[in-house]
């Protein structure tokens, strides 16, 4: 593995590396913390992972992290999970994301987009105003720290002002994309209870108006503990009765009070797919959030105060919130809300040429898909003020290297990156001073001591082992929603090598320090970036009557595509015939997400299941991969092993 590629497709060049905020950052960190200062990165990873406390202080001092009271020592308690960060300290991760208002007030906060492609600015003197007046009507309606206030929202300025004065209060945000249905949204929200709900009454995405006002009526209703709702007319409409207008509370010129919290208090709730019943609801820290933003946006991806940072995503998935932490760096963030291929399949490369993006950005299925259209950025753009492109949602395949390194620019720093919901964060990826091999990652991130292992907890090297993290990272969960006992949590990660966090993926470490990816260990469906679990696809097909029961898989294929199957069990007397397939994709994309429509439908004799009833995914997917039956799958566990070889058969065709 390690001589696969033993010529670097891209070198950074002296300057480049000596001007990087982590080659400062070293140096300084040699001088006062016992960090070395030969060796470059490598050297600095070990110290990181080595040195944990000796980092993490560095971090806050060169970030200049504000504790309005001290803390006592940066780990009180190691043990993974229930490691307590900086105990005694209290901050607040709005007051650092507002911070460059002071100095650059009239300079744009953040770029929003939407499918005319014209950038509209926002300052950081009025994302300050807006958010202080929000704040303060948060508190006149009550909320307190703790309360959760929840958004429907699509990638907008309203969605960070909403997110940022929520943080401001102490209150917990959360929210979800208006292309999800109700049914999906509720799951999600009915878990934390939230007391104040804003929502769009629409969005705009691939030129098209998709009203939403049916399903915002539908959370009302099922949302009791909810005090208020705040209407945002993207579409023009005017607010329902009973709901306050978004111009009316964000009017005020209002100075922002931020609550100063534990550094443990919660910022924000994110969800997992719900593979296995419920999204797991997941609770990360403001002083958490705060720290490894800092340190992954502001050494490894070297953005500052000049830098305009654009990525598209949506609400509903992590990257949003990745994205809005670039405010913490003085970054200017482009806030992008509509289709990725609208008008055509360039729109991303458009629209980071008329907004000046340094750091773009986008899935590997994005990339994949530019190169299969013929599009040729350099060609048809503007994009030399593009340092660095970062793909992140599935790994980049070999082919989308070289085809970033062709059509954009030889001297263009790519960094496919890699970690998840669960962390908010990366645990391999974005270095701006090391070499980018074909198909690799650049290296695990300081702090993060990523490890590859094997069944029984061995290290691997240039092998292929479940990716494990065997240091508490601060960002990790300090717990999830509704799990008291902490049971669901412990499950979810540390089940399988005790104390240790199993993430999921499977990964080599190859002998030069890079990473390579190669797709989840478990079976969660993720589609552009945008993780779902087959549990929400299982309760929305299944409503049907002619389905009887339904599996689907998502597998990553060897050219980089994504094939997404759903593969049904009529009932008796039913037809798999056009118009049953246009009802099953039209249920998944009303009451789910039409990115999560399948590829393809197939009907099966049977869906096999585990011993206690649990349907098989994780072995049907190895099997369409081509793994033999008897290497996919424990015979002893499943309760007819006659019907996966139905699904070897058809793998064995599709091959």
């Not at 492109?389 to 990156?417: C, K, N």
């Not at 397939?581 to 004799?605: C, G, M, N, Y």
Request: glycine content about 10%; some cysteine; proline content about 8%.
């Amino acid at each position: 593995m390690s001589t696969v590629n033993p010529l670097p497709l891209w070198q950074p060049d002296p300057q480049r590396i000596a001007q990087a905020q982590i080659t400062q950052f070293q140096a300084w960190a040699a001088a006062h913390h016992g960090a070395p200062a030969e060796g470059g990165y490598p050297a600095l990873h070990r110290w990181s992972v080595d040195h944990l406390e000796s980092f993490w202080q560095a971090v806050t001092e060169w970030f200049d992290v504000r504790f309005s009271t001290p803390y006592a020592r940066v780990l009180g308690d190691r043990t993974m999970p229930g490691a307590q960060w900086f105990p005694g300290a209290t901050v607040n991760y709005a007051e650092h994301a507002l911070r460059a208002a002071a100095t650059r007030a009239d300079e744009p906060a953040l770029l929003q987009v939407d499918e005319t492609h014209e950038p509209r600015p926002v300052t950081w003197s009025e994302l300050r105003r807006q958010v202080g007046s929000l704040a303060a009507e948060l508190r006149a309606l009550g909320v307190r720290p703790g309360d959760r206030v929840s958004g429907y929202l699509p990638n907008i300025p309203e969605a960070v002002v909403a997110l940022l004065a929520t943080a401001a209060v102490g209150a917990v945000w959360t929210s979800c994309a208006p292309d999800f249905g109700a049914r999906s949204v509720l799951d999600r929200f009915q878990q934390v209870e939230p007391v104040v709900l804003f929502t769009v009454d629409g969005y705009r995405y691939g030129g098209k108006e998709h009203d939403r006002g049916d399903v915002v009526a539908e959370l009302r209703r099922e949302l009791p503990t909810l005090r208020a709702v705040v209407h945002i007319p993207l579409l023009g409409t005017a607010a329902p009765e009973g709901t306050l207008a978004w111009s009316d509370l964000t009017s005020a010129d209002v100075e922002p009070v931020f609550e100063q919290v534990p550094f443990d208090h919660p910022l924000w709730v994110l969800y997992s797919s719900g593979t296995t019943g419920l999204p797991k609801a997941i609770v990360q820290s403001q002083g958490g959030i705060l720290v490894e933003h800092l340190k992954q946006l502001g050494l490894h991806c070297d953005l500052g105060p000049g830098d305009r940072f654009f990525w598209y995503t949506s609400t509903g998935w992590m990257m949003w919130n990745f994205l809005v932490s670039g405010l913490l760096t003085g970054t200017t963030i482009v806030l992008y809300d509509g289709s990725p291929g609208y008008p055509d399949t360039g729109a991303q490369w458009r629209i980071a040429e008329r907004t000046g993006a340094t750091l773009f950005g986008t899935s590997a299925a994005y990339v994949m898909a530019c190169r299969k259209a013929g599009v040729h950025p350099a060609r048809d753009h503007d994009v030399s003020r593009i340092r660095c492109v970062a793909t992140t949602g599935s790994p980049l395949p070999p082919d989308g290297f070289r085809w970033l390194h062709d059509e954009v620019g030889d001297d263009l720093w790519i960094a496919s990156v890699s970690g998840g919901t669960d962390v908010c964060s990366c645990f391999a990826g974005a270095v701006p001073t090391l070499p980018v091999h074909i198909g690799e990652l650049q290296a695990p991130c300081l702090g993060t001591d990523l490890r590859s292992w094997d069944p029984e907890g061995r290290p691997l090297v240039d092998e292929v082992g479940e990716l494990v993290v065997t240091n508490p990272m601060p960002s990790m969960p300090i717990h999830f929603w509704n799990d008291p006992d902490g049971s669901r949590y412990h499950d979810s990660y540390f089940s399988v090598y005790p104390g240790v966090w199993r993430h999921g993926d499977w990964i080599t470490l190859t002998s030069r320090g890079s990473v390579i990816i190669h797709g989840r260990s478990d079976s969660t469906l993720n589609r552009q970036g945008v993780r779902m679990g087959s549990a929400d696809i299982y309760e929305a097909v299944e409503r049907l009557p002619e389905i009887r029961e339904s599996l689907v898989i998502g597998v990553e294929q060897p050219d980089g595509g994504y094939w997404m199957p759903l593969f049904v069990q009529l009932a008796p007397g039913a037809v798999l015939d056009d118009a049953l397939l246009d009802r099953i994709k039209r249920t998944i994309r009303e009451q789910l997400s039409p990115r999560h429509v399948p590829d393809e439908v197939i009907a099966v004799p049977g869906v096999p299941h585990t011993l206690t009833g649990k349907r098989i995914e994780v072995p049907v997917k190895r099997l369409l991969q081509g793994t033999p039956l008897e290497k996919a799958v424990n015979p002893g566990s499943v309760d007819d092993l006659g019907l996966l070889r139905f699904y070897e058969e058809l793998a064995r065709k599709r091959a």
